[in-house]
């Protein structure tokens, strides 16, 4: 057995990127805080939503989102959990709390991830440019789903209503490996634009 430490970045506390923005080259990343964000599976989970559908690369305009990951899996975002018996905003029917488990009537699973997923925003006039070092990704190939490979991790990424800002969800395990990629790729995208003006 050795020590294979040296050759892996430390591990950095989560709360060192988790309120204030950081600039990766000529890119700003900034952590967002949502209320809440629940994934739900289902055979008829697309038909029975209300809030908008985003696929890529929809822009998302409304305060409470439905990000499709597959033609039976969604995740709700910026819903409303309180501790009374409530209505998920985003869903056409009551749903009691609380809202993990199996739900008969609607025949969905329902999970409360807010906690699994860390959310940020990556803007700059060449977000998509320094994205493509990561992902095959472009806005005239439309897809129904948000998830993409980035850098090798599996995210939610999809465009929010600013110029140049898409929102990336990764699990919070990976992501302090993908913030080292993005900046990577931020300085590799800032030679290729002076070699290439």
Not at 10 to 33: M, Q
Not at 37 to 58: E, F, H
Not at 176 to 197: G, N, T, Y
Request: a negative charge.
């Amino acid at each position: 057995m050795r020590n294979d430490n040296h050759k892996w970045p430390p591990v950095k506390p989560l709360h060192e990127f988790s309120t204030e923005a950081l600039e990766l080259g000529e890119v700003l990343l900034t952590p967002i805080e949502l209320k809440s964000q629940t994934l739900i599976s289902g055979p008829k989970v697309l038909a029975q939503m209300d809030a908008p559908l985003i696929g890529w690369p929809d822009i998302v305009v409304a305060n409470r989102y439905t990000l499709c990951l597959r033609r039976d899996r969604i995740v709700c975002v910026d819903t409303v959990v309180s501790s009374q018996p409530a209505l998920l905003d985003s869903l056409k029917y009551t749903i009691q709390e609380p809202f993990s488990g199996w739900d008969e009537t609607l025949e969905q699973a329902i999970s409360d991830v807010s906690d699994t997923y860390s959310v940020f925003d990556l803007s700059g006039a060449n977000i998509l440019d320094v994205l493509q070092h990561g992902a095959e990704l472009s806005t005239q190939t439309p897809s129904r789903s948000v998830l993409r490979l980035l850098f090798g991790f599996e995210v939610m990424l999809y465009r929010v209503n600013q110029p140049g800002c898409v929102r990336v969800h990764i699990p919070t395990p990976r992501l302090f490996s993908l913030i080292e990629h993005l900046q990577d790729a931020a300085l590799s995208s800032r030679r290729i634009k002076r070699l290439h003006p």
